[in-house]
Each structure stands twice: as C-alpha cells, then as structure tokens.
C-alpha cells in the first residue's frame, strides 16, 4: 500500500504539483502571521485583512512558481490580482451604501419627515433642535411631490416619442439612411452630459418665455432629452425579437400594418417595453445638474409644473448640503439630507426591482 | 397616419439633437461679441475656458486611471472567476449600483472619503512633495482634484464593469473551450480566447465611462473646492466645466449666464467627440468580429 502511494506520487501525471490543502494551509499561515505583524504595529481589522490576503497571494504564487512552474504560478496571480481588483472595487462601494444607511436611517425614521415641508423651517428652528434638543424639524414631502411631478412630465413625453421613433426603426424604415441617422443621432443623445441636457432646456425657455424662467416644466423637458435614447434604444431592441411569424400571420389575416402592430407586435414586447421605461425613470429620477439649473429651489408645496420654481429629492439634499439651513449648526440639515439620500436609493432600487417585476410578470404567455 | 406619427418622433429626435446644438450656440454666441475685459478673467473667453477644461480632463484621466483595470477586472470576475450562481446575482449588484444617484456618490465623497484621505494626502505631500503633482502643503479638508477624480472613479467602475462583461460573455465558447483542450490555464485561455475578443469593447467601454466622467457633475460639485488651475492634485484648486456651470448657473444673468452656456457648448463638443469615437469603434467591432 504505502509503496503504491509512493508509486503514484511519482507518474508524470502528478508530479510537479502541490497537494489539494496547499491554499487552505497557506491561508491559515497568513492569517497567524498577519496577526502577528499586526500585533506588533497595532491591531486594526481592515489592514488585517488587507496583509492577509497580500501574505496569501504572494505566498500562493511564490510556492507554485517553486514548484509547478512559471505558467500555472502565472495562472495563480492573475486569479489573485482579478479577485483582490474585486475585493477593492466592493470597497467603495459598500462604504456608499453603509455610510448612507447609517447617516440617513436617523433622519428617515424622524415623524413628519415624509409629511412636512422645509415651509417655515428656518436656521433659528435648526439652532434649537441642536442646543435643547428639540426633534428636527422639515422634511421632504415638497421633494417628493417635485420629484415625482418632475419625472411623470418627463415619462409623459420621452415615452410616445421614443417608442414611436422605435416603432418607425423597426417596423417602417426598414433601414433606409434617415433610420441610420436617427440611431446614431440616438447613440450621441445618450451620451450628452446631464448638466448640458439642462442648459438646453433652461436656454430654450429662457428664448420662448423670458429669461430666466425656472419651472417642473422646463426640468421634465431636460429630463427627457436624457430619457427618450434610453427609451428609444430599450423598445427597439424588445421590437427587434419579436417573431417575424406573428407579423406575417397578422398580415395573411388581412389586418393592417398599424392594427398589426398596435394589437401583435407591442402586446408581445410589452414587458420588455415596460422594464426599459422603469429602468429609464429609475436613471432621471436621480439626476440632480439638470434640475439645478431648470427647478430652481423651493421650500414649499408646488403641486404646479407650469409655474413656480419646484424643490426635487436630488436638488434637496445638494442644497442642503451646500448651504444649510442653520449655517453654523449644520447637522439638521446634513442628517435631513442623508434621510434624503437613502429615500432616494430605497426609490431608484424599488424601480430597480419593479423593472424586474414588469419583465417577468407581463412576459408573453408560452402557448403551453 | 400611425406610421406619419413614428416617422413624426424619429424626425423630431433629429430636431431635438440639432435644438440643442442650436439653442447653446445661439445663446454663447453673445460670450464671443463680448469685450474680452467683460468675461470673468478678464482676458477673454478662451482663457476663461481654457484651465476648466484642462481641470476636466485631469478629473477624467485619474477617474478612468483607476477605473479601467479595476472595472476590466471586474467584468472578469463576474464572467469568468465567480462561481456560475454567485455571478449572477453579481451582475445584478454592479447593475444597481450604476443606479445610484450621483448626487448620492457626491455626498459620500464630500462628507466620507474627503476626510479619510487628508492623512494619506499629507504623507504624499512629505514624501513625494518634489513630485510636481503631489506638491504641499496638502489640503486640510480633503476636497481636492484627486478625491473628485476618485469619486468619479467609483462612479463609472460599474459602467465599465457591467458593459465589458457583456462583451466577455460573447467571447466565443468554442474558442475558449479548445484552448483548455490545448492545456491552456484559465489566464493563458483568457488572453488567448476572451481578450482578444473583446478588445474593441473594452476600448468603448472605457470611451463610454469617459463621457461619463467629463460629463459628471454633482460628484464634482460637491466634492471638490475649487480654485485656479495647479499642477499638485492634493490641493484645493482647479475645477471642471460641469461643476463650474452647477455652481454658478443658478444665481447667474446676463453676460455671466452665456458664459456659462458657451462652457456648456464645450463640453458638449468634447463629450460628442468622445461618444461618436466610441460609438465609431463599436461599430467598426461589430462587423469585424464574425466569431460565429
């Protein structure tokens, strides 16, 4: 038995490689040493792990270029170096979602901050919630109304004008040199940069109405220079896989192209059509330069679009940041605006999730 | 007349895109008639625009210096390195975080990661000083070029990471599985078989996330307390034409205002530049990669 063992270590096949624990001993070893390095420098859990996992990469790849050769020691940094770039990218990005949570779950569980404006909340209100510690005061309810008015503006136009600029490169064009165009044309919309989609807007009004008029109008209309390509590039790419069979059976039937469409092809795409409008209010609802420069800032009530500058949750928590109710007491106005920032993520990950939800629930019944 | 409707929509997206161009010209055009003493500076608009722009393109290079094999790597990982189920959910992670707001990333940046840097900035400045671009003092608070650079950074890491690892997963699975056949390791099929695939994506996906980042603004504006244009990036100073237009656009008027609006042209011209180069590649990609 023992010789057959030593008989096996030996073939070609498995010579030149280290046993199966290699890592798990090596990661052991790692961990020991760096709380040990760690001890002697002073303890702190994050450079712990950090030293760890550096001792266990060098470790990994030092014994197998010693033992298995250059290209499997290759093999073995790059495997560490895509999972530490992982590791590191997770980083900031946890840090965002904790810091948020735990700045903004104080502020978000405070009574009155979904129901109450920043109407009447002045530095004077701030300075006592800081020295007697008085609850804050204010809240995001004016936000929240701006918010929504704001994007439901801006869906109500992006989305007839991008699924029928769909339709048309689909169904009608059939890939003359205008659609070429109009996809390229979509292509750069994409990638106009927000703040320029609302100097646009505040231009273009500025020219119609006077300079500067600052209403939810003119938001929504930047709004939907960044939305209608996400729109129109989502509904076309749903429009595309619908089977040309369905189509061709509506036509044998006698129906008309536009009854075609309108009771064939979208009914089938409806769901893909539905997520990419979510997902597409998911990405405006969160943008902030825009906004600035069409909303302007309120601390009240403006349940009208057409007039009156109008208050939004991104614009809300900038300015609260920027320029604090209470100048030197600023923490009312920081914590209101983390409660802020953590409704606004809650938002945009519910739309997230509603995307999924529309994709799957309106998802064209399978004959069987 | 349902079929002069979707023509009506394609043709006024074409209106929408030249409005816009149109619109920005015509309200700049004031900033170029203007006498060159009357533009903030003083000496014209082309020195006006000229340190904001380079403050941009520093801001977008140190973004995409960190970005881009951090975000490659990523793709990597939820493609190719991650156990099947675990990737999955990955994806959807990195695609939610995209999501987040940029006024969110922007707090962060201002009120976390500004004042975790101030001690690493300071130790750069003692002992890297004689570098030009990590010249001291170091700034107290933290709020300097290089944070906003990396804010921006975390920012468009998941665009990276989400549209590279669409490419990655096209790569051709016939060539990946012949190179293991051969005997390849999974790094040797990776650059064998995935890499070279995937090459003209990776390039536009990284041209992609640039538009992004000189386009960002709120990261910048929250993060980053400006000044004149310096080489050091751990002082307070420059600025970008994003963040300058968000700061100053709502209290502006008159000649201020087209200023602002001629910035804004700028930067759409750089960003056009930047999206049609990369929308260029895509397509050039497209015909080219006949794996199948």
Redesign the interface.
Same mark, same amino acid.
């Given at each position: 038995m023992a010789t057959l063992m030593t008989e096996r270590k030996r073939s070609a096949l498995t010579r030149g490689r280290l046993p199966k624990y290699t890592p798990y001993v090596i990661a052991a070893s790692s961990v020991v040493v760096a709380a040990a390095l760690m001890a002697l420098i002073g303890f702190h859990v994050f450079g712990w792990a950090v030293l760890s996992a550096v001792l266990f990469a060098t470790a990994n790849v030092v014994s197998s270029a010693l033992v298995e050769g250059r290209r499997k020691a290759t093999d073995k940094l790059a495997t560490s170096l895509v999972v530490g770039a992982f590791l590191v990218a997770l980083l900031p990005l946890v840090s965002v979602i904790w810091t948020v949570w735990v700045n903004g779950v104080p502020g978000l569980l405070t009574p009155g901050f979904l129901s109450t404006s920043m109407n009447g909340v002045t530095g004077a209100v701030d300075n006592a919630s800081v020295k007697d510690g008085t609850p804050v005061l204010g809240g995001v309810y004016h936000a929240l109304v701006g918010s929504i008015l704001i994007t439901l503006w801006a869906t109500l136009i992006s989305v007839p004008v991008g699924l029928l600029t769909a339709i048309y490169l689909v169904e009608y064009s059939a890939g003359n040199r205008f659609s070429k165009v109009i996809t390229f044309l979509v292509d750069v919309m994409t990638g106009i940069p927000s703040i320029v989609a609302g100097l646009f807007a505040a231009a273009f009004f500025a020219m119609i109405l006077g300079p500067g008029t600052k209403t939810g109008f003119v938001a929504a209309v930047a709004l939907s220079v960044l939305m209608i390509p996400v729109v129109v590039r989502s509904s076309e790419e749903m429009l595309k896989i619908v089977p040309n069979e369905l189509r061709e059976a509506a036509y044998a039937l006698g129906v008309r192209k536009w009854r075609t469409i309108l009771k064939v092809v979208i009914p089938t795409a409806i769901s893909g059509i539905a997520s990419g409008v979510t997902l597409a209010i998911a990405r405006v609802i969160g943008e902030t330069a825009p906004l600035l420069v069409t909303a302007g800032f309120a601390t009240t009530i403006n349940m009208n679009v057409f007039a009156g500058w109008m208050s939004s949750l991104p614009t809300f928590i900038y300015t609260q940041i920027m320029t604090p109710t209470s100048p030197s007491n600023a923490d009312p106005s920081t914590q209101r605006a983390w409660a802020a920032a953590l409704l606004l993520i809650i938002l945009v990950m519910l739309l997230n999730l509603g995307a999924r939800l529309v994709a799957r629930l309106f998802a064209p019944k399978t004959g069987r | @007349?349902?079929?002069g !409707?979707?023509? $009506?929509? $394609?043709a006024?997206?074409?209106a929408?895109?030249f409005?816009?161009a149109l619109?920005?010209v /015509?309200?700049a055009l004031p900033t170029f008639s203007a006498n060159p003493a009357d533009i903030t500076g003083g000496r014209g608009f082309f020195d006006y625009i000229f340190p904001i722009v380079v403050g941009t393109l520093i801001a977008a290079t140190i973004a995409l210096l960190i970005a881009t &094999?951090?975000?490659v790597?990523?793709a990597?990982?939820?493609s190719h390195?991650a156990p099947r189920r675990l990737a999955r959910g990955l994806g959807y992670v990195v695609?939610?975080?995209a999501?987040?707001?940029?006024? /969110?990333?922007?707090?962060?940046g201002?009120?976390?990661?500004a004042s975790q840097l101030k001690v690493p900035y300071a130790w750069l400045a003692e002992n890297f000083g004689w570098i030009p671009l990590f010249a001291g003092p170091a700034s107290g608070t933290g709020k300097t070029i290089l944070t906003a650079g990396?804010v921006l950074a975390?920012m468009v890491? &998941?665009i990276i !990471?989400s549209l590279t690892r669409e490419i990655f997963l096209q790569a051709p699975m016939l060539h990946q599985e012949a190179a293991l056949a051969l005997g390849a *390791? +999974?790094?040797?099929m990776?650059r064998m078989a995935v890499l070279p695939f995937a090459r003209g994506g990776i390039i536009s996906a990284v041209m992609?996330g640039l $538009? +992004?980042a000189?386009?960002? *603004? @709120?990261a910048v504006?929250?993060v980053l307390s400006s000044g004149p244009l310096i080489a050091s990036l751990i002082r307070s100073g420059n600025q970008t034409i !994003?963040a300058e237009? !968000?700061l100053d656009?709502?209290e502006a008027?008159g000649l201020r @205002?087209h200023e602002?609006?001629a910035a $804004?042209l700028v930067?759409?011209l750089i *960003?056009?530049v930047?999206?049609?180069v990369? +929308?260029w590649i895509i397509n050039r990609h497209k015909e080219f990669s006949g794996a199948n």
């Amino acid at each position: 038995m023992a010789t057959l063992m030593t008989e096996r270590k030996r073939s070609a096949l498995t010579r030149g490689r280290l046993p199966k624990y290699t890592p798990y001993v090596i990661a052991a070893s790692s961990v020991v040493v760096a709380a040990a390095l760690m001890a002697l420098i002073g303890f702190h859990v994050f450079g712990w792990a950090v030293l760890s996992a550096v001792l266990f990469a060098t470790a990994n790849v030092v014994s197998s270029a010693l033992v298995e050769g250059r290209r499997k020691a290759t093999d073995k940094l790059a495997t560490s170096l895509v999972v530490g770039a992982f590791l590191v990218a997770l980083l900031p990005l946890v840090s965002v979602i904790w810091t948020v949570w735990v700045n903004g779950v104080p502020g978000l569980l405070t009574p009155g901050f979904l129901s109450t404006s920043m109407n009447g909340v002045t530095g004077a209100v701030d300075n006592a919630s800081v020295k007697d510690g008085t609850p804050v005061l204010g809240g995001v309810y004016h936000a929240l109304v701006g918010s929504i008015l704001i994007t439901l503006w801006a869906t109500l136009i992006s989305v007839p004008v991008g699924l029928l600029t769909a339709i048309y490169l689909v169904e009608y064009s059939a890939g003359n040199r205008f659609s070429k165009v109009i996809t390229f044309l979509v292509d750069v919309m994409t990638g106009i940069p927000s703040i320029v989609a609302g100097l646009f807007a505040a231009a273009f009004f500025a020219m119609i109405l006077g300079p500067g008029t600052k209403t939810g109008f003119v938001a929504a209309v930047a709004l939907s220079v960044l939305m209608i390509p996400v729109v129109v590039r989502s509904s076309e790419e749903m429009l595309k896989i619908v089977p040309n069979e369905l189509r061709e059976a509506a036509y044998a039937l006698g129906v008309r192209k536009w009854r075609t469409i309108l009771k064939v092809v979208i009914p089938t795409a409806i769901s893909g059509i539905a997520s990419g409008v979510t997902l597409a209010i998911a990405r405006v609802i969160g943008e902030t330069a825009p906004l600035l420069v069409t909303a302007g800032f309120a601390t009240t009530i403006n349940m009208n679009v057409f007039a009156g500058w109008m208050s939004s949750l991104p614009t809300f928590i900038y300015t609260q940041i920027m320029t604090p109710t209470s100048p030197s007491n600023a923490d009312p106005s920081t914590q209101r605006a983390w409660a802020a920032a953590l409704l606004l993520i809650i938002l945009v990950m519910l739309l997230n999730l509603g995307a999924r939800l529309v994709a799957r629930l309106f998802a064209p019944k399978t004959g069987r | @007349m349902f079929s002069g !409707a979707a023509l $009506g929509a $394609g043709a006024l997206i074409v209106a929408v895109l030249f409005a816009v161009a149109l619109f920005l010209v /015509v309200q700049a055009l004031p900033t170029f008639s203007a006498n060159p003493a009357d533009i903030t500076g003083g000496r014209g608009f082309f020195d006006y625009i000229f340190p904001i722009v380079v403050g941009t393109l520093i801001a977008a290079t140190i973004a995409l210096l960190i970005a881009t &094999p951090i975000g490659v790597a990523v793709a990597l990982f939820t493609s190719h390195y991650a156990p099947r189920r675990l990737a999955r959910g990955l994806g959807y992670v990195v695609d939610l975080l995209a999501a987040i707001p940029s006024v /969110v990333y922007g707090a962060w940046g201002a009120s976390y990661l500004a004042s975790q840097l101030k001690v690493p900035y300071a130790w750069l400045a003692e002992n890297f000083g004689w570098i030009p671009l990590f010249a001291g003092p170091a700034s107290g608070t933290g709020k300097t070029i290089l944070t906003a650079g990396i804010v921006l950074a975390v920012m468009v890491l &998941p665009i990276i !990471a989400s549209l590279t690892r669409e490419i990655f997963l096209q790569a051709p699975m016939l060539h990946q599985e012949a190179a293991l056949a051969l005997g390849a *390791t +999974r790094w040797e099929m990776i650059r064998m078989a995935v890499l070279p695939f995937a090459r003209g994506g990776i390039i536009s996906a990284v041209m992609l996330g640039l $538009g +992004r980042a000189l386009g960002e *603004t @709120m990261a910048v504006a929250l993060v980053l307390s400006s000044g004149p244009l310096i080489a050091s990036l751990i002082r307070s100073g420059n600025q970008t034409i !994003a963040a300058e237009i !968000a700061l100053d656009f709502p209290e502006a008027f008159g000649l201020r @205002m087209h200023e602002l609006i001629a910035a $804004g042209l700028v930067l759409f011209l750089i *960003t056009l530049v930047v999206n049609m180069v990369a +929308r260029w590649i895509i397509n050039r990609h497209k015909e080219f990669s006949g794996a199948n």
